[in-house]
């Protein structure tokens, strides 16, 4: 048996990019920043400082190239492999993250991940979510690595649009969701059940603590709700894959979600917003009774989650469209995870039951 639980270290602070370079400093003595442009330009000052005061440089700031494609990957890797440096720093979103994990993979150099937002688990899990260089969902690469070291500045997150936390509310409520789900096919173990304990406790928390968490951004206040809601999306939701390994794995949710960015118009709606929907479409897919859904819409309105196609801005879609979406969503891999067959036919059903319940609902708070 093998499992990777997470990565090596896990450090959040108020202001722990100004003492980066403490915990960096054991990899060695050079460094190369991969990210965003807007996270680079947000961490480059105070990482690049602290680096320099522990004895490191940073040799280059690099953008990650806009989408985690094989593309960028490969960029990156052809620029950076006759380099001389020790360490690779991650910085940004999922898809700076997993671009840089993988790049890191491909170099075999350590990896450390500073995390600019709260949207996605990816800090801290060894997959890379590839995409083509137009942004529609390709595959889960394991050509990836976890970090060994990530660091979590509150400061740097508190700062960052609203926006992505209540987009990673919505991508780690489906590690409840989908896990009670694809568990379904396992033979119980002690580590597979400990996965499902974790998934039923990170969503006790969220129901919990999201609202607060929330409104504490908007106030621009760190709460412990808010140091929880960071904790549970950024580090705790992916030891539930580390943990469950195969047996706990992202299921149809997923698969909508991955189903669904086949649409151009979806593209500017974030990851955890459409995975919260395809949520929604799964639990109808399953039999769910429809109060059941809507008590969570409610939490989705509490909170600012979207629960209908067009508040992710689509609008309507042909009959071919549909077609589209259903046969592409059952051959995502995460589709089989599910413990029934599951035939176009169903997705479409499913889809299209959810974005009525979520309808109904947003038509009544007009």
């Given at each position: ?26 990899f ?15 961490i ?9 005061e522990h ?17 960028n990957i490969d960029r ?10 020790d ?18 993979y ?12 709260a ?23 394991r ?20 926006r ?6 919505g ?16 033979v119980?173990?002690?580590i ?15 129901i ?14 760190i709460?412990?709700a808010?140091?929880d ?24 949710a997923?698969?909508?979600?991955s189903?669904?960015?086949i649409?151009?118009?979806?593209h ?15 639990l ?10 809507r008590?969570?819409?409610?939490y ?12 992710m ?28 067959e599951?035939?176009p ?9 959810a974005?009525e319940i979520g309808?109904?609902?947003?038509v009544?708070?007009?």
């Amino acid at each position: 048996m093998f499992v990777t639980v997470g990565p090596g270290q896990y450090h959040r602070n108020a202001g722990i990019i100004s003492d980066s370079g403490l915990y960096i400093k054991r990899f060695g003595s050079t460094a190369v920043l991969v990210g965003g442009n807007t996270s680079r330009q947000v961490i480059d000052g105070p990482l690049r400082q602290s680096l320099s005061e522990h004895g490191m440089t940073l040799k280059h700031s690099l953008w990650f190239g806009g989408e985690s494609s094989q593309t960028n990957i490969d960029r990156l890797v052809e620029q950076l492999k006759n380099e001389t440096f020790d360490v690779l720093i991650a910085t940004g979103g999922g898809k700076a993250l997993d671009t840089a994990k993988a790049a890191a993979y491909y170099l075999n150099k350590p990896l450390v991940a500073i995390p600019t937002i709260a949207a996605t688990c990816a800090a801290a899990t060894p997959i890379c979510i590839l995409y083509s260089d137009e942004g529609e969902f390709l595959e889960i690469s394991r050509n990836s690595k976890v970090p060994e070291l990530v660091l979590v500045d509150t400061n740097v997150i508190l700062n960052a649009p609203v926006r992505y936390l209540i987009a990673g509310i919505g991508d780690t409520l489906a590690k409840w969701f989908e896990t009670k789900c694809s568990i379904k096919k396992a033979v119980p173990n002690a580590i597979n059940q400990t996965a499902i304990a974790i998934a039923g406790q990170l969503y006790q928390t969220l129901i919990q603590k999201g609202t607060t968490a929330v409104s504490s951004i908007h106030e621009q206040n760190i709460t412990d709700a808010l140091n929880d809601i960071f904790d549970a999306i950024i580090l705790v939701s992916g030891s539930v894959s580390g943990y469950g390994g195969d047996d706990c794995r992202t299921a149809a949710a997923h698969a909508i979600y991955s189903g669904l960015t086949i649409f151009p118009e979806i593209h500017d709606t974030y990851h955890g917003e459409i995975v919260a929907f395809g949520i929604l479409a799964q639990l109808c897919m399953e039999g769910t009774e429809e109060q059941e859904v809507r008590m969570l819409i409610n939490y989705y309105q509490q909170v600012g989650l979207p629960y209908t196609l067009e508040q992710m801005a689509i609008k309507s879609l042909t009959e071919n469209q549909w077609k589209a979406l259903g046969e592409i969503t059952v051959t995502i891999e995460d589709m089989a995870n599910m413990p029934f067959e599951v035939t176009p036919d169903m997705v479409i059903t499913s889809v299209k039951k959810a974005n009525e319940i979520g309808t109904d609902m947003l038509v009544a708070t007009k």
